[in-house]
């Protein structure tokens, strides 16, 4: 097995990254990285910190040149940050010791590590935008086709009550909307420009460190935080928590369509479902189980970032190193989930007939919450609660519908009391409220 699943030949339909998993590469990185050295050397230049026509040929440079990632790896190693070497290359690619002297002039590496990164979480969170856009229409219109379709909700794993299963879909969809919602607050407040010099003071750039800052995040399209955030990691975790958020709800998405196509319940069906290589009859629900192994990939490593938000001092090399090591993999898991969850939302097929079959077969258990308050309109709520409790222990334990029982005891129950049909509460409504919402977007 490859070290990781999104760089694997063999896994990468199973995990799919789409475009997400090109800007997770050393040459998107250094390209990035390059891009900033390029935009801070023509900022430079317009506020004549360093000459125009070096900073022109710097920021040329930038667009033109390209690095081998391998070529850098022996001083990176020595050095711990790939910065020195990339700049080195660089210098020398460009072939012009005039100009190539102010490339980098004035900055530290985590300026120019942090702010690619930066670039490149920019196109993470546009990519999944737009998957996540697909995914909610797909969703919005099967929730509004199925918005009275009845099915038993589920508590604890077991029949609870009735639902729709547009109000199932709504369940997951209003979250994701709420995460979709939430991108341009997080765009403006966390994709961080970093100019802030070795120890974060910008002592080497001068009293023109806030303006050079200033233009360099307008330059790059970034938000311009004021002031250094090497040890604050805040723009990073604020990111990662919208991803993992994310994933999460994918995940609880992923659990319950395995749950309702498992053997026995069965009211849900994939038209792109897995095969076993033994059992010719298995269907196995592998982009939903997928999607949990996602969320639960994230949680931990979610974990692991938090924990090396405690910098040391004004850098800290473990708990940036982990930083590296953690926010691909989270990041690409994200990317990976949202692919999937496009395919799966396009795959899904309700049998609506099981569905309807649970509600209105069997002992018809689900009805003793609605019956329960249909006594409560004749006896103290606790007696009719008690009521309920023993007229439920007889129908397991005769093998009687609840609703024959009821009927026995009570004769002039209204048969709504007793029809899950008609007990569906808030469930359409929430439906369409998920489908007015997307429409809305």
């Not at 900055?107 to 697909?134: F, Y």
């Not at 190193?321 to 990041?331: C, H, N, R, S, Y």
């Amino acid at each position: 097995m490859a070290a990781s699943v999104f760089d694997s030949p063999l896994y990468a339909q199973l995990f799919p990254t789409g475009e997400a998993g090109r800007l997770f590469s050393d040459s998107a990185a250094i390209r990035a990285m390059l891009l900033v050295e390029g935009a801070l050397a023509k900022a430079q230049g317009q506020a004549g910190v360093i000459p125009e026509v070096s900073a022109a040929a710097i920021h040329r440079a930038s667009l033109e040149i390209q690095i081998d990632p391998g070529a850098l790896a022996q001083e990176t190693g020595q050095n711990g940050v790939c910065i020195p070497a990339l700049v080195n290359a660089f210098r020398a690619e460009m072939n012009a010791p005039e100009h190539a002297q102010f490339v980098h002039w004035g900055a530290t590496s985590q300026d120019i590590i942090d702010t690619g990164l930066m670039l490149r979480l920019r196109q993470v969170l546009s990519l999944a935008e737009a998957d996540l856009k697909a995914m909610l229409d797909q969703l919005a219109q099967m929730a509004d086709a199925h918005a009275d379709t009845p099915m038993a909700a589920r508590t604890y794993g077991r029949v609870s009550t009735p639902t729709t299963w547009g109000a199932v879909i709504a369940q997951w969809g209003m979250p994701l909307l709420d995460t979709l919602e939430a991108l341009p607050v997080l765009r403006g407040t966390s994709l961080c420009v970093s100019l802030s010099g070795a120890s974060g003071t910008a002592s080497a750039l001068g009293a023109e460190a806030p303006a050079l800052r200033a233009a360099l995040a307008e330059s790059l399209g970034l938000r311009d935080p004021g002031r250094s955030w090497h040890t604050d990691r805040g723009p990073i975790t604020s990111i990662v928590d919208w991803m993992v958020g994310l994933t999460s709800t994918l995940g609880s998405m992923g659990a319950t369509l395995s749950a309702l196509a498992a053997s026995g319940v069965e009211e849900v069906r994939f038209n792109a479902a897995g095969g076993s290589s033994t059992m010719p009859q298995k269907q196995n629900p592998v982009q939903a189980e997928t999607l949990i192994a996602l969320a639960h990939q994230t949680s931990g490593l979610q974990n692991t970032l938090n924990a090396v938000g405690l910098h040391q001092h004004q850098r800290d090399g473990a708990a940036w190193f982990t930083e590296w090591m953690t926010l691909p993999q989270i990041a690409l898991s994200c990317a990976a989930a949202i692919q999937i969850a496009v395919k799966l939302s396009e795959s899904l097929a309700p049998d609506t007939q099981r569905m309807k079959a649970v509600l209105t077969e069997g002992l018809g258990l689900v009805q003793a919450e609605a019956l329960s308050f249909a006594l409560a309109e004749r006896m103290p709520r606790p007696q009719a609660q008690a009521a309920v409790k023993d007229l439920c222990a007889r129908a397991l334990a005769e093998g009687t519908p609840l609703q024959t029982l009821a009927r026995d005891a009570y004769p002039d129950l209204s048969e709504g009391a007793l029809d899950p049909l008609s007990n569906l509460g808030q469930a359409p409504s929430d439906a369409r409220s998920f489908v007015a919402r997307v429409r809305a977007l």
